[in-house]
């Protein structure tokens, strides 16, 4: 099994940044395309942004579109998520996800992905 380990979450006022990090275990973290998700109090989980194994690749949603940030670094066995310029709906239990099974285009489903993080918590205040 591959745990991911993520940290980072907190509280910030609105157009403050936060770097969430997510640590993977294993020696093949190269392999998988790393994605961000999120989920708001009473909403549905969504896509936030993917990353292919690379790095080379990128797939953000609309709503943080040149506002969020994905990064990894292979080396280290570890993915980040730069948020800037935060909103307060925004706020959310971030989770971090693995896709063991990349395909020709980044997974933007929950389903697609195998492993997951345990959640971290993005408060943005008024």
């Known amino acids: 099994q591959v745990q991911l380990v993520e940290s980072g979450g907190g509280l910030v006022q609105a157009g403050g940044s936060l770097r969430l990090s997510c640590a993977a275990s294993?020696?093949?973290?190269?392999?998988?395309?790393m994605g961000w998700f999120r989920q708001a109090p009473g909403k549905e989980r969504e896509f936030v942004v993917g990353?292919?194994?690379?790095?080379?690749?990128?797939t953000y949603a609309d709503s943080v579109k040149g506002r969020f940030t994905i990064s990894r670094d292979n080396a280290k066995n570890t993915v980040y998520l730069q948020m800037n310029s935060l909103k307060p709906e925004d706020t959310a239990v971030y989770y971090c996800?693995?896709?063991?099974?990349?395909?020709?285009?980044?997974?933007?489903?929950?389903?697609?992905?195998?492993?997951w993080g345990q959640g971290t918590q993005v408060t943005v205040s008024s």
């Open positions: 996800a693995a896709d063991a099974k990349p395909a020709r285009f980044i997974a933007t489903t929950g389903v697609e992905y195998d492993y």
């Open positions: 294993g020696r093949t973290f190269s392999s998988y395309v």
């Open positions: 990353i292919s194994e690379s790095g080379r690749s990128t």
